[in-house]
């Protein structure tokens, strides 16, 4: 697995501008080229919004659900749970077709705000999953024994369950967001006649001719992935989040 990500990392330092591998020379200024050059800065400042606010979203939309989820134990929020895992189950070629349609017939194709609200419904099975793993480790006494003090709904899950799931918040937002940056189809599908966003860019230079800034940028790509679930596994339980330890 780690033998593709060599010879893009090898042709991202190619003193040629070319995909040549093994490297001819050894050149970084195609890293600097990915934030000095406007094209290529500005489609990943776009990726980096975009992702920011498509986890958030994402994350805005799974934590009611599975809180009231936990909280009352209603067997049809069970079902809305379900249709949440919906959208990262399908191909991302359908879910990218659903949602260019459902925008064409709306009348707001093009929209540079459809991305976000399109990433942020179709990766919310990952904060959903994650909080559901968060919510299903607490002890169930905890709202009962607050309650019994006189707290409500509102104080119970800001200074009791929000403390206690923070971290699956904050993992459920890394992984929307990680997957977001690095998303193709829904946003082509969305706005790429509108915006370009770094894969997008790195797709439309692969018609105009190869050159060694797209390595770089993929490299960027799993460098910062790596930095971010590093960040996760570093001040959290990384295996826990993901569900090894839950009960």
């Known amino acids: 697995m780690s033998a593709p990500l060599l010879v893009v990392l090898g042709v991202s330092v190619n003193e040629r501008k070319s995909l040549t591998f093994p490297p001819q020379g050894f050149n970084l200024s195609w890293y600097l080229d990915l934030f000095r050059l406007p094209d290529w800065s500005g489609a990943l400042l776009n990726s980096v919004i975009v992702a920011f606010l498509s986890a958030a979203l994402a994350v805005a939309i799974a934590f009611p659900l599975a809180w009231f989820n936990w909280r009352y134990r ?115 599908m969305t706005v790429g006649a509108v915006i370009e966003t770094l894969p997008m860019k790195i797709f439309n230079s692969l018609r105009y001719g190869y050159t060694p800034v797209m390595a770089s940028a993929s490299v960027f790509f799993v460098a910062l992935t790596v930095i971010i679930f590093s960040l996760v596994a570093r001040f959290g339980d990384l295996p826990k989040l993901l569900g090894a330890h839950s009960k």
Do not use: C
């Open 74 to 188: 209603i067997g049809w929020v069970k079902g809305i749970l379900a249709i949440g895992l919906m959208p990262f189950l399908l191909p991302p070629v359908i879910t990218a077709l659903g949602f260019l349609s459902f925008w064409t017939q709306a009348g707001l194709y093009g929209q540079t705000w459809t991305v976000v609200i399109s990433h942020g419904i179709f990766l919310v099975s990952l904060p959903l999953v994650s909080l559901s793993l968060g919510f299903g480790s607490l002890d169930d006494s905890l709202p009962e024994a607050a309650a019994t003090m006189g707290a409500d709904n509102t104080v119970i899950l800001k200074t009791i369950v929000f403390p206690l799931v923070r971290p699956y918040v904050i993992s459920g937002f890394a992984f929307a967001f990680v997957v977001s940056l690095n998303e193709y189809l829904v946003a082509y």
